[in-house]
């Protein structure tokens, strides 16, 4: 899918022109994702969708997947580098803050399971922690890892309260995907410090 934006800016048009002069043109799979290549305002080229965006890998290949040069491309392989990380550093970032800021739904989860609130809290500023060693971990895989297996440590335990108290698994669903993937980061990691 190829498509374009025009800039409605009219404080640019002097630096640019006009409106028409404002069209960027850009390439994206709607099976993926909206947006992999595009133009910019400064260095654009007419009739190209422009560069790729940060966290994707773009190659051109021939029919057999060898690399080829620039105006010979038989096909576009486009693939993301975004870190599984940072999803699950999201999740828990969101649920670590609700905790330690004691917000009334995670008040009623705490004595839900049975837990003082200070202690929900302390949890929260785990969580908290965990992901930022996520985040960290792109630069430090060692972080990283550290990191991974602890939250899904947690996460089994989450899991393991919630059976405790009689919770059927609809509840424990949470902490286990989040452990799952978590579970996941932690291979990533292992696998990087292991190939450094």
């Given at each position: 899918?190829?498509?374009?934006?025009?800039?409605?800016?009219?404080?640019?048009?002097?630096?640019?022109?006009?409106?028409?002069?404002?069209?960027?043109?850009?390439?994206?799979?709607?099976?993926?994702?909206c947006?992999?290549?595009?133009?910019?305002?400064?260095?654009?080229?007419?009739?190209?969708?422009?560069?790729?965006?940060?966290?994707?890998?773009?190659?051109?290949?021939?029919?057999?997947?060898?690399?080829?040069?620039?105006?010979?491309?038989?096909?576009?392989?486009?693939?993301?580098?975004?870190p599984?990380?940072?999803?699950?550093?999201?999740?828990?970032?969101?649920?670590?803050?609700?905790?330690?800021?004691?917000?009334?739904?995670?008040?009623?989860?705490?004595?839900?399971?049975?837990?003082?609130?200070?202690?929900?809290?302390?949890?929260?500023?785990?969580?908290?922690?965990?992901?930022?060693?996520?985040?960290?971990g792109?630069?430090?895989?060692?972080?990283?890892?550290?990191?991974?297996?602890?939250l899904?440590?947690?996460?089994?335990?989450a899991?393991?309260?919630?059976?405790?108290?009689?919770?059927?698994?609809p509840?424990?669903?949470?902490?286990?995907?989040?452990?799952?993937?978590?579970?996941?980061?932690?291979?990533?990691?292992?696998?990087?410090?292991?190939?450094r």
């Amino acid at each position: 899918m190829r498509s374009s934006a025009t800039g409605r800016d009219a404080a640019l048009w002097p630096a640019y022109g006009s409106p028409a002069d404002l069209v960027l043109e850009g390439y994206g799979l709607t099976e993926a994702t909206c947006a992999r290549v595009r133009s910019f305002f400064h260095g654009r080229s007419d009739g190209s969708v422009g560069q790729r965006m940060p966290c994707h890998d773009v190659r051109a290949v021939d029919d057999r997947w060898d690399d080829v040069p620039t105006g010979s491309v038989r096909r576009l392989l486009v693939s993301g580098r975004i870190p599984a990380g940072r999803g699950v550093a999201v999740c828990l970032a969101a649920t670590g803050i609700a905790k330690v800021l004691a917000l009334e739904p995670m008040v009623e989860r705490a004595h839900h399971v049975r837990f003082p609130v200070p202690a929900f809290r302390l949890i929260g500023a785990a969580e908290l922690a965990g992901a930022s060693g996520l985040v960290v971990g792109e630069r430090h895989p060692r972080i990283g890892a550290a990191a991974a297996v602890s939250l899904c440590t947690a996460m089994v335990g989450a899991c393991a309260v919630h059976l405790r108290i009689g919770d059927r698994w609809p509840a424990a669903a949470p902490a286990a995907i989040i452990g799952a993937a978590t579970a996941y980061t932690a291979a990533g990691f292992v696998a990087r410090v292991r190939h450094r």
